[in-house]
Each structure stands twice: as structure tokens, then as C-alpha cells.
């Protein structure tokens, strides 16, 4: 292609050079102290349990591997959503089997991180926004979505209750109070689909305030 060796050095010094600033600016995301036990799941590990059918998890049941270094993703996203469960938050269906809630946050998740995104937009800066978005790879998008990023009851196959830990416990209640500053920080993916036997999502006054408060934060995409 015409270009030297000493000339590709050069290029790629200054493409480690770039990335190594990015990754610095990213490292200055610092959640408040309080925040500090939440976890954020990765768009990569979203789609794994998707297309394998296992479908959401309570946090203390994913593997680390689920989890992301919020200091290090490009991309952080927050989930408003309406629990369908108590104990496992998203319900499958005939036509859902991954679960509701799961298919239809991916759904919206992939609208824009994925190549499908690529084209859209209303103008050129949007378009270009777009272009940048669709080619992030899933590792790179980090999703808060309490269910999954907070220790949460459970119940096993048989009906027994799985109560939190009492180090779970605290770093729950540490979190609580404190976030709803996630959804004035980091953008707010609203997910409000439920089933029909389910109240809808400004019904809940959790869902109500989460909503409110990203509006009020512009945070709302």
C-alpha cells in the first residue's frame, strides 16, 4: 500500500497512544462509594443467555464472566423496567422463551449496537453517531438492570425461598438509597412491555420515579 515500515510504527504507536487516552478518560467514570457493590451486565453476556434460553438471572447466580468494569466500557446503560415476577422478574412465554423482558431489551439493544443501527439517523451527526454505536462490540456496553446487577430473592425449583446472605444484605441496602442517581447519570433505556395479566409500567411508583428522574436528568433515550 505504499507505506514503510518506519511509517507503520508510527501509525501504530499512535493508534495504542489513542486508545490508551480513551481508556484513561474512561477510568474517570468513578461511581459514588455507595454504588460501588452494584454490578453492570454486558450486552455479550445479554446475548448469550438469549440465544441459549437460560434468560434473566438473579445477580448472586451469574458467573463473573456476566459482569463488565464500568471504568472500562465504552458505553453504560441504565434499565427502567417493570418487574413481571417476584422472584425472577421476567416471564417466558410460547412466543418469548428467552423471556419478555429479555427479548425486548435486546430488541432495543441491538436497534443500536449492532450493524443494524448503521444508516439510520436524522442527519449526518446523528448518522455518524449511529455508525459509532453499531460498532461497538457487546463487551463494550455495560447495562445496569437491578434483577441482575443488585442481590435479589429468589426461589429454587421446588418453592424454597432464597433469602440474601447477610453480606448480600448489606450491599443491598448500602445501594438503594443511593440509586437513583444512576438514572440521572447514564442513559435510560425505558423497557415498559408486560404481559396482559401484569399492571403496566406507570403503574409502579418505583418505575414512575426512575422515569421522572432520567427526564429530569436528560437522560432519557
Given amino acids: 500500500w505504499g507505506v514503510n515500515l518506519s511509517e507503520a510504527g508510527w501509525i501504530l504507536v499512535s493508534m495504542l497512544s489513542a486508545y490508551t487516552q480513551i481508556l484513561w478518560m474512561r477510568r474517570k467514570r468513578v461511581l459514588p462509594p455507595s454504588l460501588k457493590g452494584c454490578k453492570f451486565v454486558s450486552l455479550a453476556y445479554l446475548r448469550k443467555i438469549a440465544a441459549s434460553g437460560e434468560g434473566i438471572q438473579r445477580c448472586q447466580d451469574l458467573p463473573p ?14 434499565v427502567s423496567h417493570r418487574w413481571m415476577d417476584r422472584y425472577t422478574c421476567d416471564v417466558k412465554t410460547t412466543e418469548f422463551p428467552e423471556g419478555l423482558r429479555l427479548h ?11 450493524t443494524a443501527g448503521i444508516g439510520a439517523g436524522r442527519g449526518i451527526l446523528d448518522r455518524i453517531g449511529r455508525f459509532r454505536y453499531g460498532m461497538t462490540g ?18 429454587s425449583k421446588d418453592g424454597t425461598l432464597l433469602d440474601r446472605t447477610e453480606r448480600e444484605m448489606r450491599t443491598f441496602e448500602q445501594c438503594l438509597p443511593s440509586m437513583g442517581l444512576l438514572y440521572s447519570m447514564f442513559p435510560v433505556l425505558v423497557s415498559q412491555e408486560v404481559t ?10 418505583w418505575c414512575f420515579s426512575e422515569s421522572v428522574t432520567a427526564w429530569l436528568g436528560g437522560q432519557l433515550s
Avoid at 104 to 114: A, H, N, V
Avoid at 138 to 155: A, H, N, R, T, Y
Wanted: glycine share 8%; aromatic share 12%.
Fill in 138 to 155: 457487546g463487551s463494550d456496553v455495560l447495562v445496569f438492570l437491578d434483577f441482575m446487577s443488585l442481590p435479589q430473592i429468589g426461589k
Fill in 65 to 78: 464472566e456476566a459482569f463488565g468494569d464500568p471504568r472500562k466500557a465504552k458505553y453504560l446503560i441504565v
Fill in 104 to 114: 425486548m431489551l435486546l430488541k432495543k439493544m441491538e436497534s443500536i449496537f449492532s
Fill in 196 to 205: 396482559e395479566d401484569c399492571p403496566k409500567y406507570l403503574d409502579s411508583g
